[in-house]
């Protein structure tokens, strides 16, 4: 295999399976590039993985013995990895697999650019996708839901007239700053209930189209509604926390004009986990002839190729050893796309990616020291009742900082899964919680114990929401009918049931006394030589153990990671095209941030055709309009020269085609003659056999008088005798 990869050229060298480099490479392979794409992993998907059960049990174990190698995950520490004993033996049989854990959950806007390359790409065939069933903004104690469109706006009791009123003028304003016709998805007619004054917001938004967003919604709202703009319908995070109002209104447009084109929200969420973005593109890359090398012990020795002798060879040889195969081969390219984690320092393990002196020196990061801190943690809840009763997609919270309730000094994101969404077995819940840092955190120790206080509280507040839907769910009788569980009350009720039981176990064991009594003096009064048929016994039903229907957490891992925020150039002018560096996103859920970098990627490296060609006709035109007229004179005469090209195509044409019309009609000329010299051949014949006929005849007849002859002298002969 290695031996045929060292006699093929390569266009690219792409290092890393994230979101980006898989877009890049399966663009690129699209574009007819010959591209071999390698991570240095178990598997694909860089930073956006997921685990069953069982690989998460080993890779907690990895990060406990600081053994793991994946470039993407080496600077991950493990805080707290704790399972029950009911767990275990889920691992040993085929229901691990029910779980998965996604390391780095990513959603799409359904009307966006990440979604329409997916469609355009067709690379949306290999993803099932689920919605994003609710989406709610932690204020003070309540989880408070966000609302879609102007009828749920209507009908929401979390906001006050007021409230509605503002936040409908601010949504029309941003669809009138965008030019959209598109309503906002609702048969109400607004201006009958609520007037709408929006021209005055509209030319304030207008006006402020350059400010921070923050204090512009200082001005006009409360702190209720600017955190549900902010958080929800602007995705506010890290990276664009110091957003403008212009880029505000662009994510709250992309957010309404998504609404109910597949479900009544805007998100889709991959069913199997955001890896399944990566693999989809690497599917597609790989159908249009791209190789991949998938392994965790690879190793690459990047140099200028200085013995480029024939066009066969590239500008770059990479020297790269299988330490598991312990084999070596080389590979010659001419560009490489690298992901910055092969870069970055800091790794539990020496970096398996080494640059030749020369090019390493001219490698340098114009954000260093620029990093964050992120806390993840994983719940499986055990809470029966209120899996029984709904049956939905995920659900999303976010909570802004320094909540009175939760008391978080840091923004805290969750996903809340069900078990109809592949990531939990039925009766479970899964619960996922991100926890950023600020950029530069100083102490990672503090940031670590407030996070995990602060994932604690909320955690709590999830099992306590999860509780109150089971009580509301038991207190429907036809709900206790369907279930097969009793519930564990309050010691009164308690008490009161073991009371009762205790009576019915005492009375269950006098009857079965009984019955043995009856069976044991049957036995002795049989007869003898008769046979014994016992009695019928009536059928017991089958005993309902007793299910505590309190949540509790049965499976909690907690890590932390340290994510550098480099950006990576090379100070070449020659080969600066020629090395492409790709960030490592994890901050933003949103999908469309990966493809924006890799369009970015390839706009700025000369690597789109379509676009190349469009940019060449806006400077032909633009050359047009600036031109002098001796030049548009040349022009003329280069269209007149053209003109007659063409004119001299179009005569050759006519006269190809008149010798066509020639060569046929010779064609039928001679097709005649030959006709008619065989009709005058047939004739020849005809009369030849005609003669041949007489003549056969007059011999016949000849032969008849010569035999008439002989007969009369015959009969003369014998008349003398006589």
Do not use: W
Not at 347 to 368: A, C, D, L, Y
Not at 537 to 566: A, D, N, V
Not at 586 to 611: Q, T
């Amino acid at each position: 295999m290695y031996k045929d990869l060292e006699k093929q050229k390569f266009d690219f060298l792409i290092l890393g399976t994230n979101l980006t480099e898989s877009a890049l490479s399966a663009y690129l392979a699209k574009t007819k590039n010959k591209i071999i794409q390698a991570d240095i992993s178990k598997s694909y998907g860089g930073d956006c993985k997921n685990f069953n059960l069982r690989d998460m049990e080993n890779f907690m174990k990895e990060l406990k013995e600081k053994s793991i190698k994946d470039s993407y995950l080496s600077n991950i520490n493990l805080i707290t990895y704790e399972i029950k004993e009911e767990v275990q033996p889920v691992l040993e049989k085929e229901n691990y697999r029910q779980y998965n854990f996604d390391l780095n959950p990513k959603f799409l806007y359904a009307k966006s650019k990440s979604s329409t390359e997916l469609i355009d790409s067709k690379a949306s065939n290999y993803i099932e996708f689920n919605s994003m069933r609710k989406i709610y903004f932690m204020f003070e104690d309540k989880f408070l839901n966000v609302p879609f469109s102007k009828s749920e706006i209507f009908i929401s009791n979390d906001l006050d007239l007021l409230e509605k009123q503002k936040l409908l003028n601010f949504i029309f304003s941003v669809m009138k700053l965008k030019n959209s016709n598109v309503d906002v998805n609702s048969t109400v007619d607004v201006k009958k209930d609520i007037e709408l004054d929006d021209d005055f917001l509209f030319n304030e938004i207008k006006k402020n189209l350059n400010i921070k967003a923050n204090e512009f919604l200082v001005k006009h709202f409360n702190n209720k509604i600017i955190e549900m703009i902010l958080l929800i319908l602007s995705n506010q995070n890290l990276n664009n926390i110091d957003m403008t109002v212009d880029q505000m209104c662009d994510q709250i447009y992309k957010f309404l004009i998504s609404v109910q084109i597949y479900d009544n929200t805007p998100f889709l969420i991959p069913q199997y986990g955001s890896s399944e973005f990566t693999q989809a593109m690497s599917r597609l890359s790989a159908v249009h002839g791209s190789i991949f090398l998938i392994n965790d012990l690879l190793k690459f020795d990047i140099k200028y190729n200085t013995e480029k002798k024939e066009e066969k060879n590239g500008k770059f040889l990479a020297e790269i050893t299988d330490g598991e195969k312990n084999e070596k081969f080389v590979i010659t390219f001419d560009k490489i796309i690298i992901n910055n984690c092969y870069l970055d320092e800091g790794k539990n393990f020496s970096t398996p990616v080494e640059f030749e002196g020369e090019i390493k020196k001219k490698i340098k990061n114009i954000k260093k020291n620029n990093y964050v801190y992120r806390y993840t943690a994983f719940y499986s809840i055990k809470a029966i009742g209120q899996l029984q009763s709904i049956r939905e997609g995920p659900h999303y919270y976010r909570v802004p900082k320094n909540n009175s309730f939760i008391k978080n000094e840091y923004q805290l994101d969750a996903i809340k899964y069900f078990n109809n969404t592949c990531v939990v077995p039925n009766n479970r819940t899964l619960l996922y919680i991100q926890i950023f840092s600020d950029i530069n955190e100083t102490n990672e120790n503090d940031f670590i114990e407030k996070a995990k206080k602060i994932s604690e509280n909320f955690a709590n507040k999830i099992i306590n929401d999860l509780k109150d839907d089971i009580d509301s769910n038991y207190k429907n009788e036809e709900f206790r009918k369907k279930c097969n569980f009793t519930r564990i009350k309050i010691k009164e009720e308690i008490n009161k049931e073991e009371e009762e039981k205790k009576k019915k176990e005492e009375e269950e064991k006098m009857k079965k006394e009984e019955e043995e009594k009856k069976e044991e003096e049957k036995k002795e009064e049989k007869i003898e030589g008769a046979v014994y048929i016992p009695p019928k016994r009536p059928r017991t039903p089958p005993k309902i153990e007793e299910i505590s229907l309190i949540p509790e957490i049965i499976i909690k891992y907690e890590f932390s990671q340290k994510i550098e925020m480099g950006e990576y150039i090379l100070e070449d002018e020659e080969n600066n095209k020629d090395i492409i560096f790709t960030k490592n996103n994890v901050i933003s859920v949103d999908l469309d941030e990966y493809f924006e970098e890799s369009f970015n990627i390839l706009k700025k490296n000369d690597l789109i055709k379509e676009e190349k060609r469009e940019e060449v006709k806006k400077d032909r035109e633009e050359v047009r309009e600036v031109e002098d007229e001796d030049e548009i004179e040349d022009n003329n005469l280069i269209d007149e020269l053209f003109n007659e090209i063409e004119m001299d195509e179009k005569n050759e044409k006519e006269e190809e085609n008149k010798k066509e019309e020639q060569k046929k009609e010779g064609d039928k000329k001679e097709e005649d003659k030959k006709e008619e010299e065989k009709k005058e051949d047939e004739k020849r014949i005809e009369v030849k056999t005609e003669e041949i006929k007489e003549e056969k005849k007059e011999e016949d007849k000849k032969v008849e008088n010569k035999e008439e002859n002989k007969e009369e002298k015959k009969e003369e002969e014998v008349n003398k005798k006589e």
